[in-house]
């Protein structure tokens, strides 16, 4: 069972809070990921990160933010949040050492619900 | 970029019955095909995948065949049972440091007694 935890599992506020999502990961994996996913299921990555320092911005384009100061750590951030930013948020992370072939595993997500 | 297309979105079958979904990609790089499993209130969770040297794999009920010509993957799951249901989505990758996944958009199997 993989170790990526996601919190808050479910968080309701109201527009224009500042927010941050927690995403850790005990398995040492060098690789992380963000991602949103609509009620249409889809899953969007809207960024990634290959190591400590390194954060790039995905395929969806968001208002939000990261960073990664530690390994183990990849939170994300919404300065201003709008009812438009009400999704499920998904972590992830992968690393060469588990296969070549970019396994990830997925943390359970958190809920948002912008008011 | 890549673009995976993934078939049927919703897909409802009896117990016992086989469940099949399909996906297509556009990158002929892309080396590599995993399958995750999405149940409710949970991230996904990889099931099975296929590397572009092999054109079928099997795990028990589960088995993905892939058509690197005609650029498309299968999931096969037989003698589907109540706790087969869940969102599955299939992926494509260029193996790599720089490999990200691309997902398709989602298959919602529903299996029924």
């Known amino acids: 069972e993989a170790d990526i935890y996601q919190t808050p599992r479910y968080l309701v506020i109201g527009t224009g809070k500042k927010i941050t999502l927690e995403c850790s990961q005990t398995?040492?994996?060098?690789?992380m990921y963000w991602y949103q996913q609509d009620p249409g299921m889809e899953l969007h990555l809207i960024h990634y990160?290959?190591?400590?320092?390194?954060?790039e911005k995905g395929d969806l384009s968001s208002e939000s933010t990261v960073s990664r100061i530690r390994t183990e750590h990849f939170p994300l951030t919404l300065e201003s949040a709008r009812p438009s930013h009400t999704s499920q948020y998904l972590c992830a992370s992968s690393s060469p050492l588990a296969g070549l072939y970019n396994e990830q595993f997925f943390g359970p997500g958190t809920r948002l619900t912008v008011l | 970029g890549e673009n995976v297309e993934q078939h049927p979105s919703t897909l409802s079958v009896q117990e016992g019955d086989s469940a099949v979904i399909k996906c297509t990609y556009s990158d002929s790089a892309s080396n590599y095909f995993p399958w995750y499993k999405q149940e409710l209130g949970k991230g996904p969770q990889l099931i099975i995948d296929?590397?572009?040297?092999?054109g079928e794999k099997k795990d028990q009920r589960i088995a993905v065949t892939l058509n690197k010509t005609a650029k498309h993957f299968s999931l096969h799951i037989t003698e589907t049972q109540p706790e087969d249901s869940a969102v599955y989505f299939c992926?494509?990758?260029?193996?790599?440091?720089?490999?990200?996944?691309?997902f398709g958009t989602g298959t919602r199997l529903q299996v029924t007694l």
């Open positions: 398995m040492g994996h060098d690789k």
């Open positions: 990160s290959y190591g400590v320092n390194s954060t």
């Open positions: 992926a494509a990758s260029i193996t790599g440091t720089a490999s990200k996944l691309t």
């Open positions: 296929i590397r572009s040297n092999v």
